[in-house]
């Protein structure tokens, strides 16, 4: 089960970290990612870090302002956002799957629920 936390309304230009904590299976087997949807649009992958959290994989177009991170000791994975801007507004997943690749391509073993973030202009 993944769960995930920290979301909510922010204002322009500010920060979050978002949580997402694992149960039920051996955390540190997984490759961890984040997502997010905005209504009407696809969801999009935002990075994903391999399973001991020494490498991990962002896309060209997020690039700088998203870092994510995990701490297999916690079975938490995070996702820090700065400099927040309105289009940054969707609802964030993370997913799990013992294949890094399998969520590149948006096809991971198991999804979180979400957490909202809005962000006011």
């Known amino acids: 089960q993944l769960v995930e936390s920290g979301g909510g309304l922010v204002q322009v230009g500010g920060s979050l970290r978002l949580t997402c904590a694992a149960s039920g299976r051996t955390f540190s087997s997984y490759a961890m990612g984040w997502f997010r949807q905005a209504p009407g649009k696809e969801r999009e992958f935002l990075g994903g870090?391999?399973?001991?959290?020494?490498?991990?994989y962002y896309p060209d177009s997020v690039k700088g302002r998203f870092t994510i991170s995990r701490d297999n000791s916690k079975d938490t994975a995070y996702l820090q956002i700065n400099n927040l801007k309105p289009e940054d507004t969707a609802v964030y997943l993370c997913?799990?799957?013992?294949?890094?690749?399998?969520?590149?391509?948006?096809?991971?073993?198991?999804w979180g629920q979400g957490t909202q973030v809005t962000v006011s202009s």
């Open positions: 870090t391999i399973k001991s959290g020494s490498s991990t």
């Open positions: 997913a799990a799957d013992q294949s890094l690749h399998n969520l590149v391509v948006v096809n991971p073993e198991f």
